[in-house]
């Protein structure tokens, strides 16, 4: 059976499991027993959870409430897009639509302002100037989209009136890293609406999309 590299590298959480990687889940859960975190009940459910996990998405939650849970942390794979061939300072969209998306660059500040209109900064492709950079964000009767992939953080913090201003469900899981860039989503929605939402690379089937 051939796959694609694109369907199964997709959502590091569905990448499978070592025996390594559930020894090292087993060592851990004994010696949280032996200090007396778990008791052997716990410790016998979460060892048989533990050896039959096939991903990461499985083993992850086995540990998550330890103090010593670094062994099943995600992989992060490295954050990679194609050299930058434009930059832009600001998107505007008055009663129309304007999208950024591609291999361009994104500068420490960049301004969008939709006015009965769409903005969308598709940002999974694109090369940042800094490691933090700041997104101001406003919509009139309107909306602005940021999109985002799994190895980007996020920090949102605009202001509704009669509208909305939020990070939308994830559809893909986050794989960050100290070293991940940070994207500050900032301004205001009258009447309209600012999403950030994180999703696949683009290319990603559809039915993938629909398992979220």
Request: hydrophobic content about 40%; overall charge negative; proline content about 6%.
């Given at each position: 059976m051939s796959m694609d590299r694109g369907d199964i590298n997709w959502d590091p959480a569905q990448l499978r499991v070592s025996d390594d990687d559930r020894h090292k889940v087993a060592e851990i859960l004994r010696e949280a027993a032996?200090?007396?975190?778990?008791?052997?009940?716990?410790?016998?459910?979460?060892?048989?959870?533990?050896y039959s996990a096939k991903t990461y998405a499985d083993l992850v939650p086995i540990t998550v409430d330890l103090p010593a849970h670094e062994p099943t942390s995600l992989p992060v794979p490295k954050r990679e897009v194609l050299p930058a061939s434009t930059t832009h300072n600001s998107s505007i969209a008055v009663m129309g639509e304007c999208k950024r998306q591609g291999a361009w660059l994104v500068p420490?500040?960049?301004?969008?302002?939709?006015?009965m209109g769409s903005?969308?900064?598709?940002?999974?492709?694109?090369?940042?100037?800094?490691?933090?950079?700041?997104i101001t964000a406003n919509a009139v009767m309107a909306e602005v989209k940021v999109i985002i992939d799994?190895?980007?953080?996020?920090?949102?913090?605009?202001v509704p009136i009669m509208g909305e201003f939020h990070q939308a469900k994830d559809k893909v899981a986050p794989a960050l890293s100290p070293d991940s860039p940070v994207v500050?989503?900032?301004?205001?929605?009258?009447?309209?609406?600012?999403?950030?939402?994180?999703?696949?690379?683009?290319?990603?089937?559809k039915k993938i999309l629909g398992t979220y």
């Open positions: 032996g200090e007396g975190r778990i008791d052997l009940d716990e410790l016998d459910e979460r060892l048989e959870a533990t420490a500040s960049h301004t969008a302002f939709a006015l903005v969308t900064l598709d940002l999974r492709g694109a090369t940042f100037a800094e490691r933090d950079i700041t799994a190895g980007t953080n996020v920090v949102v913090s605009g500050r989503v900032k301004g205001m929605a009258l009447m309209g609406s600012v999403s950030v939402q994180r999703l696949p690379p683009p290319g990603t089937p």
